[in-house]
């Protein structure tokens, strides 16, 4: 039910708007509330993170920067995992956790603000936009 709702939502409201709403926090009432749709606000993040990361570059670089995308940020997952267990040497292990978790989130909620949005976007414009890339032709126009 999260992706679906995910998916819809991007095409809706953007890509970016749709992962910030995934990051709302909800406190115990609330989670015992709304169990299930919190299941979907967590799970809604990842039906439009491909084409996100697709969209932010050119034809002839997309997959390497999508591929780089996905990697950074399970590198990154890791470095957080190894920062936990050594601050449990001077604080408690859920200090510990909630004080990664917490700059984690306020990473992802600047990058996405600093990221464009790309619902909408054509992959002509990209092509524009790519540094050095010469001036985007459709095939019709190239071949005549």
């Keep these: 039910m999260g992706f679906l709702l995910g998916a819809y939502l991007a095409d809706a409201i953007g890509r970016k708007w749709t992962f910030l709403i995934s990051y709302v926090p ?3 009432t609330g989670l015992l509330l709304l169990g299930i ?5 967590i799970l809604m993040k990842f039906a439009p993170m491909g084409p996100f990361m697709t969209e932010l ?4 670089i997309r997959g390497t920067g ?6 950074a940020g399970r590198a990154i997952g890791s470095v ?3 920062a936990i267990g050594f601050a449990t ?4 292990l859920g200090t510990a956790i909630a004080l990664f978790s917490t700059l984690a989130h306020a990473l992802m909620i600047i990058m996405l603000l600093v990221l464009p949005e790309t619902r909408g ?3 002509a414009s990209l092509e524009a936009e790519a540094p ?3 001036a985007y032709r459709p095939a019709a126009v190239a071949r005549s």
């Design 26 to 28: 909800i406190g115990d």
């Design 37 to 41: 749709p919190l299941n979907a606000s």
């Design 57 to 60: 570059y050119p034809t002839n």
């Design 66 to 71: 999508q591929g780089f995308c996905y990697n």
């Design 80 to 82: 957080f995992m190894t």
């Design 89 to 92: 040497a001077v604080m408690p």
């Design 121 to 123: 976007r054509t992959i």
């Design 132 to 134: 050095g890339a010469p």
